[in-house]
């Protein structure tokens, strides 16, 4: 069974750096065929899909956030990480981070658990 833990501040002031972290256990984020997603929600509002890095280590963003969104990973502890800079009030959500099912990106199989996150002086 795979599991993921997000974690990372909880509380963001704006134009800073969004940076959290997926750890995950029961599965190697380097086992081919997986693509490894943040993806998040606004309050009221759906789910918002902000990026994946796919098990070779290649990445692939929104259009509408790429130029702020870098995902990058650490194999030797089989984490990844969210990196979303010059964040404002609207990037205040619930952010997960969630595996797709074998050779799927954005059917989601999956998911942590979730983290909120505030943005807020």
């Known amino acids: ?3 993921l833990q997000e974690s990372g501040p909880g ?3 704006p134009s800073q750096t969004l940076s959290l972290t997926c750890t995950v256990s029961g599965g190697s984020i380097t086992t081919d065929y997986y693509y490894w997603s943040w993806i998040r929600q606004p309050p009221g509002r759906g789910l918002e899909w902000i990026g994946y890095i796919a098990a070779s280590g290649g990445t692939y963003y929104s259009p509408f956030l790429k130029s702020r969104t870098s995902i990058s990973r650490d194999t030797s502890k089989n984490q ?5 800079s010059s964040v404002t009030p609207e990037g205040a959500a619930v952010y ?3 595996r797709g099912g074998f050779g799927t990106r ?3 199989e999956y998911w942590g658990q979730g983290t909120q996150v505030t943005v807020s002086s």
């Open 1 to 3: 069974q795979v599991q």
């Open 11 to 13: 509380l963001v002031k």
């Open 80 to 84: 990844f990480t969210l990196q979303l």
């Open 96 to 98: 997960y981070c969630a």
């Open 106 to 108: 954005w059917l989601w």
